[in-house]
């Protein structure tokens, strides 16, 4: 009597363990793809800019440009979005001087900057996003003259390329290069002013 106790209880201990492993293992899911999602965004990014005149006027400095915008998806590969920017930089090197028939020019610099961007891309990955960048922005400049400093705020045109790819839930990377371009600005006539970026950033989506 008692070895059959002990078979029947050995028989179930083991159909027991047999039953709640498989229920462990129907239970366990599989790791779902990576898939990038377009929204709402807001972005910070840095870098040098190096500023031109076409004359001998030119300095180097740093900008730092807060930026928010909306992409969209479509067919999970072709991405397109609208940007809102602002930022202000700061001059690190002077170089030249120009002189002017009434006036001598010994500096310029910029200070803020804002506009807007239209950016189209392609997905590389289910991560990472190739992009360009077209629009508008408004520059205020400050020349140093010998008569004193004039203040200028011209409106001009860009566009950019980058790179933009996942690392941590919903906080991208960014790296890209732009180029801005500005009308001949008069009153001191002091050039064609353009300028170079290379940027850094992070972009944080609400999605």
């Not at 039953?19 to 040098?48: D, H, L, Q, R």
């Not at 590969?77 to 930022?87: N, P, T, V």
């Not at 807007?116 to 590389?124: N, Q, R, S």
């Not at 008069?186 to 170079?196: D, I, L, S």
Request: glycine content about 12%.
């Amino acid at each position: 009597m008692l070895k059959k106790s002990l078979v029947c209880s050995a028989i179930l201990a083991l159909t027991s363990s047999l039953a709640i492993a498989g229920t462990m293992g129907a239970a366990k899911a599989p790791c779902e793809k990576y898939n990038y999602k377009a929204g709402p965004y807001v972005g910070f990014s840095v870098g040098p800019r190096l500023m031109q005149t076409g004359s001998s006027l030119q300095y180097t400095g740093a900008e730092g440009t807060l930026s928010a915008g909306y992409g969209h998806l479509w067919s999970q590969w072709f991405y397109l979005a609208g940007e809102i920017f602002g930022g202000n930089s700061v001059r690190l090197k002077n170089y030249g001087t120009d002189i002017l028939p009434f006036a001598r020019i010994t500096g310029f610099r910029s200070t803020w900057s804002y506009g807007f961007d239209a950016i189209p891309g392609i997905m590389l990955n289910e991560r990472t996003l190739g992009y360009v960048r077209g629009g508008v922005v408004n520059t205020r400049f400050k020349i140093n003259t010998a008569a004193g400093v004039v203040e200028q705020s011209p409106t001009g045109w860009r566009a950019g390329v980058g790179i933009q790819t996942n690392v941590y839930s919903n906080l991208d990377v960014r790296l890209e290069y732009i180029y801005n371009q500005f009308d001949k600005q008069k009153k001191p006539t002091w050039g064609h002013p353009y300028a170079n970026f290379m940027n850094l950033g992070i972009a944080y989506r609400f999605v």
